[in-house]
């Protein structure tokens, strides 16, 4: 389903769960930015899909989401050169497959700091290994850990997105065998309809949010659950 259909799919829930009845999404309502302001339904959707669309991307299995393919290679690090990063695109929200060159089998998750694996990479006989490797998200404003000769052990602001990597052969580039990732909300993307139905039941339940619908909130996350499970399978 395309963003506009997906729109459309967000007032059929809100008229099914809420009290406006059809063509509610046309109908203006109290409740805008100003005490005198009024808003249609409509409006408070197209504030919210994108956010919703991409909560529900991060938690929708992969092999049921769009994926972009693209060729990219590794960098490096400075001070050792069995790991490395990868520059991601401004589009990108979550891993789909990394492999790399050497590895036995690629990784379909990343890690971030704070995650209980995370530290241990930065040791030469604990991180993750071409059998089992490891990948790290470091995202725009993240703060990790980098360890070289000059420096030792410091922390380093991260102004790109990156994935780091670990446990390659050693050398001056770092080929990627595949990159795939999952990228943010389009409109224009063709999303699988019960994808298409996540994302709309996420809205619909943060217009409802907005107007303090609680009981609607309850219904349509029992729905949201039920749904999830079903696509898992």
């Known amino acids: 389903m395309l963003g506009k259909e997906i729109r459309n799919l967000v007032l059929v829930k809100l008229e099914e769960y809420t009290p406006y009845g059809p063509d509610s999404g046309r109908a203006l309502l109290a409740g805008g930015d100003k005490l005198d302001e009024k808003k249609p339904i409509y409006s408070y959707v197209a504030q919210h899909l994108a956010e919703a669309a991409n909560e529900v991307l991060l938690v929708a299995p992969v092999h049921r989401l769009l994926y972009k393919a693209v060729g990219v290679t590794g960098t490096p690090d400075a001070d ?21 060159e050497g590895w036995r089998r ?24 071409k059998q089992k490797p490891v990948a790290v998200l470091c995202g725009r404003g993240d703060i990790h850990k980098e360890t070289d000769a000059e420096q030792g052990e410091h922390l380093v602001f991260d102004e790109q997105q990156t994935i780091r990597y670990f446990s390659v052969d050693a050398g001056t580039e770092h080929p990627v065998k ?13 999303y699988e309809r019960e994808v298409a139905e996540l994302i709309a039941l996420q809205c619909a339940r ?21 749904v999830l499970e079903n696509i898992r399978l």
């Open 106 to 129: 690629p990784v379909h998750e990343t890690i971030k700091a704070g995650h209980p694996l995370y530290n241990l990479q930065f040791s030469p006989w604990k991180r993750g290994t």
């Open 206 to 226: 943060k217009v409802c949010e907005v107007f303090g619908m609680t009981e609607q909130i309850g219904i349509m996350t029992s729905e949201f659950n039920s």
């Open 178 to 190: 595949e990159f795939k990732y999952i990228p943010k909300f389009d409109g224009e993307y063709d």
């Open 80 to 100: 050792d050169n069995r790991i490395g990063s990868i520059s991601l695109p401004d589009d990108f929200l979550r891993i789909h497959t990394l492999w790399m």
